[in-house]
């Protein structure tokens, strides 16, 4: 099956920009989605489809994609911003469903 | 509002079973596929298990392939895990969500709480 991979680990200062990427074939064919989870919660839907945030989500998180590669970009990143972000899709391989993650990536704010 | 409230997790000695539900309420639940997704202590996100929303399709990731099964009642509006021949890798908090797919969309707009399994002897 496909993978999504994602950094690790990414900080960003107070009000400043960040982008975070997922990159996987499967993007090649699928739109990717992404949430937020913070400690001890469930994960949050940011943003789907093309560039979709659902109702209560800023307007400061947007999203991206090219290729292989989907971003997640915060713009003036909030303090409350700091949290652990996972994009997914389906996968690409097989005749039956199959949805895969990326490995989260922990973002800091300074 | 969308509400999901998962249940019937705890101990469990390897090779046992446990049953999850999830009791769904705020929308139509018998118009839409739902999913477990499950993340083990301080690890991402792993995907489960899928069934349409009238019972008719289901698919498996393929680490609980043969062990798990998920079904759905929709006159009581929940959903359940059957897990069988717990492994202690199955340790995990497992999330129902509720699922939004068509084409080359597929993404979760509400999850439950989540319940937390460990299996441990």
Known sequence: SSELTQDPAVSVALGQTVRITCQGDSLRSYYASWYQQKPGQAPVLVIYGKNNRPSGIPDRFSGSSSGNTASLTITGAQAEDEADYYCNSRDSSGNHLNVVFGGGTKLTVL | ?121
């Open chain 2, 1 to 121: 509002q969308v509400q999901l409230v998962e249940s019937g997790g705890g101990v469990v000695q390897p090779g046992g079973s446990l049953r999850l539900s999830c009791a769904a309420s705020g929308f139509t639940f018998s118009s839409y596929g739902m999913h477990w997704v499950r993340q083990a202590p301080g690890k991402g996100l792993e995907w489960v298990a899928f069934i349409r929303y009238d019972g008719s399709n289901k698919y498996y990731a393929d680490s609980v392939k043969g062990r798990f099964t998920i079904s759905r009642d929709n006159s009581k509006n929940t959903l359940y895990l059957q897990m069988n021949s717990l492994r202690a890798e199955d340790t995990a908090v497992y999330y129902c969500a509720k699922v939004v797919w068509f084409g080359e969309l597929l993404y979760y707009d509400y999850w439950g709480q989540g319940t937390l399994v460990t299996v441990s002897s």
